[in-house]
């Protein structure tokens, strides 16, 4: 199970961090990833963190203003956002898989309900 938490509106330019519970499996062993969902557009990948070496992928738009990372002890997985803008704005979630660098929903095996950014200009 995955539970996202930490989304809230915010100006542009501020930040924001989004927490990922996970619970049920080890996210060691899985690529935890974050995706965002714009109103009538399709779910895209943000970022992605491979569990078993750490390596982080982005997709372009995100590089240099959004991290990723994992508190094992504590099964967590955040996203650190910061100079966000207008079109960071959508439904962001957690998603658990196999499958390094990889952006393909239908890859991730669990998903969390999802928690708004809405960022304002």
């Known amino acids: 199970q995955l539970v996202e938490s930490g989304g809230g509106s915010v100006q542009s330019g501020g930040s924001l961090t989004l927490s990922c519970a996970v619970s049920g499996f080890n996210p060691d062993y899985y690529v935890v990833a974050w995706f965002r969902q714009a109103p009538g557009k399709e779910r895209e990948g943000v970022a992605s963190?491979?569990?078993?070496?750490?390596?982080?992928f982005y997709t372009d738009s995100v590089k240099g203003r959004f991290t990723i990372s994992k508190d094992s002890a504590k099964k967590m997985v955040f996203l650190q956002m910061t100079s966000l803008k207008p079109e960071d704005t959508g439904v962001y979630y957690c998603?658990?898989?196999?499958?390094?660098?990889?952006?393909?929903?239908?890859?991730?095996?669990?998903w969390g309900l999802g928690t708004q950014v809405t960022v304002s200009s």
């Open positions: 963190l491979a569990g078993f070496d750490g390596m982080t």
């Open positions: 998603a658990a898989g196999l499958y390094r660098n990889s952006w393909k929903v239908d890859e991730y095996d669990y």
